[in-house]
């Protein structure tokens, strides 16, 4: 029952929040730009403008207009895009795939080394490769992500020749979904992009791991687990792994909404075709259909990840406190 | 003096005393404050003024790596033909300033919101703390990136250009401010029920007297802790937003916007517009969180932090 409760009430917040983030796009439209000279330039004479300008309703209160404006989005019509001449949605949702495989990389190569590093880390906390690991940990969270990106162009690219420096390479089309995972051409143009995707979360991960890890292994079950003479790799990655890596795939659900925030400036150093760079095109052609289409699509996958992987966590782990009793 | 004498037999000061890890980026982090603020006295250019800059100057390497390079220019000359040296100091002051003086902004929204929802409770108190759940879930980079970007696409680059400073600052610290809230909050729950309170409020002190005076001054320690890293966060993020045309102009460039402008000569072989700030930044950036990491360490207050 309390779970229900629990439930509801995050349900409620995500749509506050997605009425609110609505709200911000609908301000956007109704303050930036002139629709009005988007359609018919300027050489149109005032009288035909305030004609125009009944006609479409801009002169309505800003209740009725941004109700219209909701009843819109909902049927997934976000109006056309100045630059590309149709839908601002279909824009956005055709870049995403590009923006989804590149955090795609990143997270497999977060996955594939923050595991074993961390929880090596945690096992030997005072070996010297460790500590090394530790401090390399600090200096990677100190260089910006578009920093590595020009760096791993700098060498890789410009000076080494080994890897493509811009762009999505060969794609494969496979219904409507285009993706580099399939040809040598579109792998090797997606390694760079994702491991400076990946450089910002992987200090935290491998610093994250290892902290849960060092916690779980003070705990009382695993000195039981040790008591009864269970073999070492048994308690380590059974034992011990299993519970460090619950509080890890929260964090982890939750980070993959902040990358959608890194790839804007992934995407922008390596012209990757995505949402990102579509969008900062869009905000210097001041592209306003654009610009609040991508608003609104990073709101809702934030406000989706976030809510899914709440209800996930609160469901496996009942020992989480609930929202009402804070 | 005397408080003086005290702080010097602090635990805090022997412990730093034999730390070489902190001295080393304190001394780093003072260096490069220092030159960022001297820029106007020490820079051997002024990067603002047009009459000193020559276009038959521009991309000259830097001095040590012989080839054209011209002894006037020790870190070379950007496409524009600035002064390497001096653009990166009048440009780490620019970051710095803004990273100060937004987490300044952050530090007087978050610590006020924080001790008002941890003393008032309540109502207040679930609607802040509900705002900072919600402000944190939709990443603050993300936040100040859609914040700049549309007031950049409002007002054009040429106003925006002008304003820059003051809409960085701001986008930057109202997208932070639950990091101090919520820590501050915290702190303020744990004070709140110690007898030190009790016994103010029996004298009868007013509110926000013991809030002010006696509660704030104790939960200090995590303010501080997390201060520096919100001031290297602050400083990447202004970066960011510059790298990505959203932040300084090219004319009052930041290092931010130095290294973007330099971005594109990096494939003809002018490695070094890019390269020296990026080194600067990366330096400057490092040298605080480790301070801020030696700080954790030696002060090792709960970090309230999800």
Redesign the interface.
Known sequence: MDYIQFAVKRLV?AT??MF?ISLIGFS?QD???DPLRELVGQSVSEEVRNELREEMGLNDSFITQYVRFVSKAVQLDLGNSYFFKKPALEVIVDKFQATFELVLGATIIIVFFSIPIGVYCAINPKAWMSRIVMTLS??G???????TA??L??IFS?ELGWMP?FGRGDTVQIGVWSTGFLTADGLSHLVLPSVSLASIMLPLFIRLIRAEMMEVLETEYIRFAWAKGLHTNRVWFLHALKNTLLPVITVGG?QI??M???T??TE??FQWPGMGFV??EA??R?D?PL?IAY?IV??LI??VT?TVVDLIYTLVNPTVRLMGQR | MNKLRLFMASDFVFRFGRDRVAQGSLALFVFFVFCAFAAPLIAPFDPYDPMQIDLMDSELPPIWSGGDADERFAFGTDAQGRDLLSTILYGTRISLIIGFCAVGLQIFLGVSIGLISGYVGGRIDSFFMRLADIQLSLSTLMVAIIASAVFKATFGSEIYGNVAILVLVLVIGIAEWPQYARTVRASVLAERSKEYVDAARVIGLPRWRIMFRHVLPNTMSPILVISTVQIANAIISEAALSFLGLGMPVNKPSLGSLISSGFEFIFSGSWWITVIPSLVLIALILSINLLGDWLRDVLNPRLYKD
């Open positions: 917040q506050v929040v609110v956007i303050n930036l730009g600090i200096v969270i100190s260089v910006p992500v578009f920093l020009i760096f162009i700098y410009v420096s939750v909404g902040t959608i925030a890194y804007i400036l922008t150093v969008f900062l905000i210097n001041v306003t610009i608003i990073v709101g934030f406000v976030n």
